[in-house]
């Protein structure tokens, strides 16, 4: 974890969106006279309608018997930048052997119980709403995956990522670097105190901006589990514009995205809190008593 | 205990650039170790063009076939080998581990690596194998790439380089597509219902 930020540092690697020359600079005014038609920007009404058109043909087909989604789908175009990074063959069934039945252990040697509280990362107050997000990873089964690796990153309260390349007019935050790491308890449970990040405008097409979100990654106890993820805050009124989070068709996968506002969590005149689980896919391996018990992973062992 | 439904994931998104690298992130080895080889590749999208923004990680057993379940992957020692690392691309689609050549974890088994690819795009990660080109008997008895035919088959095959190491190119669309894989047998990748 970088105590001062050096944005020159950061990952020069990652682009922006794609669709970055395509959108129109509202402020440059236009010229008097175009010489040529300049090609039609993409609109929210345009997004808009092909995620309605996916939406209703997912609806019909699980009418018709068609099982119930639970994953973004691969190839979900109104993602524009996902057009030529899906497979079109369809995924290769694959019995996991070996390797794949495990899972790297990591532990308190790396990662620091300090790292979990993104708002003391520099020498004073962020700016924004400081939150508790909290909650526990479970596999398919409901066992909790303890003493494992959870990494999070996300933008500002103001919508701003600490990243060279996200140069959209939001401050920057000098107390505020958005990333933060935890490792799970016995129970599978995770907490970060952090800030309410600001919703951020992309470049998928015109007027385009993120609900906001937390990034999450996650392992589990086999390496098939392996996932990473975006947590959402409830009642976002940009979750049916976002072709991001609408890759995922169904609506009920689509919830399973979103934390719920918990007053338990909550502390008084300090902090608003979140509860969000995350269920990992079933671990296919044959378990020890100890595994079972959430003794992997740990250090102190 | 009851069966749950796995939570969706996103796609790793253009900004983990600051997030989820570290020091010595791809140096399972130490560059240059006894033993240590590079294992290097480009990821390319559909139109064949290298993709700037990918992020892999590789998970391997030991040379001689041990999977090890050590902790110190993200504040490496640089003596204590975890058979974890994580790679972003560079801006021209290429990643580079420090790694080992990993054993067979069955005597007679085909020896790979396991891989996970993230990437801006890509809406959730995708798994793939490398395996070691060496052992065609090995290779020939192994189930996954037995139930490929030959030009995909190839994809999962990494290529050996005249300085020892491993060349491995992932490409998530078009012609040589490589392979990648469902273990929850949907044929979505999805986790059944």
């Known amino acids: ?301 | 205990m009851s069966k749950l439904i796995a939570t969706p994931g996103q796609t790793v998104g253009p900004f983990y650039g600051y997030a989820l690298p570290y020091e010595k992130d791809r140096e399972l080895l130490a560059p240059g170790a006894l033993d240590s080889i590079r294992l290097q590749g480009t990821v390319y999208d559909g139109a064949g063009h290298p993709i700037p923004d990918a992020i892999l990680e590789i998970w391997q057993p030991d040379s001689e076939g041990n999977i090890v379940s050590r902790t110190g992957s993200l504040v490496r020692d640089g003596y204590t080998f975890t058979g974890w690392g994580r790679c972003a691309v560079g801006n021209s689609g290429v990643y580079t581990f420090t790694t080992v050549n990993p054993g067979p974890t069955k005597p007679g088994a085909a020896a790979f690596i396991s891989v996970a690819v993230f990437a801006r795009g890509l809406m959730n990660r995708l798994f793939t194998r490398i395996y070691l080109p060496e052992n065609e008997e090995a290779l020939a008895k192994d189930p996954l790439l037995s139930s490929l035919d030959p030009e995909r088959r190839k994809t999962l095959i990494a290529r050996r380089d005249a300085d020892g190491g491993l060349t491995f190119d992932i490409r998530l669309q078009g012609e040589g597509e490589t392979v990648f894989l469902d273990f929850e047998g949907t044929g979505t990748g999805d986790a059944a219902q």
């Not at chain 1, 789908?73 to 995924?91: G, M, N, V, W």
């Not at chain 1, 007027?207 to 996650?218: D, E, G, Q, T």
């Open chain 1, 1 to 301: 974890m970088p105590e001062d930020v050096n944005l020159e540092t950061y990952n020069a690697d990652a682009l922006t969106e794609d669709l970055a020359d395509a959108v129109t600079d509202l402020h440059t005014p236009a010229p008097k006279a175009a010489p040529s038609p300049a090609p039609r920007v993409e609109t929210q009404q345009d997004l808009s309608a092909e995620i309605k058109a996916i939406g209703e043909a997912y609806a019909e087909a699980v009418k018709n018997g068609a099982p119930q989604e639970t994953q973004p789908r691969l190839d979900f175009a109104p993602y524009r930048s996902s057009i030529l990074r899906h497979p079109t063959k369809s995924l290769h069934h694959a019995d996991p052997e070996t390797i794949e039945l495990h899972s790297p252990a990591f532990g308190h040697q790396d990662v620091h119980a300090l790292e979990s509280d993104l708002t003391i990362q520099h020498n004073g107050e962020p700016q924004g709403e400081r939150i508790i997000v909290a909650g526990r990873v479970l596999d398919g089964d409901g066992r909790p995956v303890a003493g494992q690796l959870v990494e999070i990153w996300q933008a500002n309260s103001s919508g701003r990522y600490i990243h060279k390349r996200d140069q959209h007019p939001a401050p920057l935050d000098p107390n505020f670097t958005g990333v933060g790491r935890c490792i799970t308890g016995p129970d599978g449970s995770y907490r970060f105190v952090t800030i309410k990040p600001g919703a951020y405008p992309w470049k998928n097409h015109l007027n385009a901006w993120r609900p906001a979100h937390i990034h999450f990654s996650l392992f589990g106890t086999d390496f098939t589990q392996r996932i990473v993820t975006q947590m959402y805050f409830p009642g976002d009124q940009l979750f049916p514009l976002d072709p991001i989070y609408q890759s995922i068709v169904d609506q009920d996968a689509r919830d399973r995205l979103v934390a719920s506002y918990d007053h338990d969590l909550t502390e008084p005149e300090w902090a608003l809190g979140y509860n969000w689980d995350i269920v990992l896919t079933g671990s296919k391996r044959t378990w020890t008593e100890n595994e079972a018990l959430g003794a992997e992973g740990d250090d102190d062992e």
